[in-house]
């Protein structure tokens, strides 16, 4: 079945960088975009990026535009999000989720999602 | 940019009634609007995509509507294992993703 596994929980210092993956099973790695998005504790879902599996080119929203990288191991079918200069600001679960076809149109929903990666920055 | 509104904040019924969510946008969007549940501790999976398709394995009871700026998404007859948080989300100055706040449905 179609599945995403992300690596383990991370605690990080402030000012800190941190790398998570994001390993896909199931299907063809380079058909479909990789989303990531976060979720701070008790709060909602919020979008970081889309990876393009196929280039590794990334689309980042405004806010994570000067922190975040996002890249990709075709060869291993894992997609990772690398965030930088760490604030406390930034403790969230980070979901990895399959979204559209890179060729074609559509699907335009999320799905499947991984289990999430707790990262903590804490002094 | 497009806002997603949820109401009502927290709903709380009782095992066998029915739950009405609501998600409207500030302004009018595409069909291709998608609903994901979330349990307590686990990550948020597909409901409803495409404003009222019924993901794979999702049982009947869940169904959604609407067009435009109003989007409903109903669980007909509630389960305890309903209780969750649910979520709408829609594309924006695409690949952007938005999502509304969720609301959160207890079980009594």
């Known amino acids: 079945q179609v599945q995403l596994v992300q690596s383990g929980a991370e605690v990080r210092r402030p000012g800190a960088s941190v790398k998570i993956s994001c390993k896909a099973s199931?299907?063809?790695?380079?058909?479909?975009?990789i989303y990531w998005v976060r979720q701070a504790p008790g709060q909602g879902l919020e979008w970081v990026g889309r990876l393009s599996p196929t280039g590794g080119g990334a689309k980042l929203a405004p806010k994570f535009q000067d922190r975040v990288t996002m890249a990709r191991d075709t060869s291993s079918s894992t997609a990772y999000m690398e965030l930088a200069r760490l604030t406390s600001d930034d403790t969230a679960t980070y979901y990895c989720v399959r979204g559209e076809r890179v060729r074609g149109i559509g699907p335009f929903h999320l799905d499947p999602w991984g289990q999430g990666t707790l990262i903590t920055v804490s002094s | 940019d497009t806002v997603l509104t949820q109401s009502p904040a927290t709903l709380s019924l009782s095992p066998g009634e029915k739950a009405t969510l609501s998600c409207k946008a500030s302004?009018?969007?595409?069909?291709?609007l998608a609903w994901y549940q979330q349990r307590p501790g686990q990550a948020p999976r597909l409901l409803i995509y495409d404003a009222s398709k019924r993901a794979t394995g999702i049982p009947a009871r869940f169904s959604g509507s609407g067009s435009g700026t109003d989007f409903t998404l109903t669980i007909s007859s509630l389960e305890p294992e309903d209780s969750a948080v649910y979520y709408c989300?829609?594309?924006?100055?695409?690949?952007?993703?938005?999502f509304g706040g969720g609301t959160k449905v207890e079980i009594k």
């Open positions: 199931g299907y063809s790695f380079t058909d479909y975009y």
């Open positions: 302004q009018i969007v595409s069909s291709y």
């Open positions: 989300q829609q594309r924006s100055n695409w690949p952007a993703l938005i």
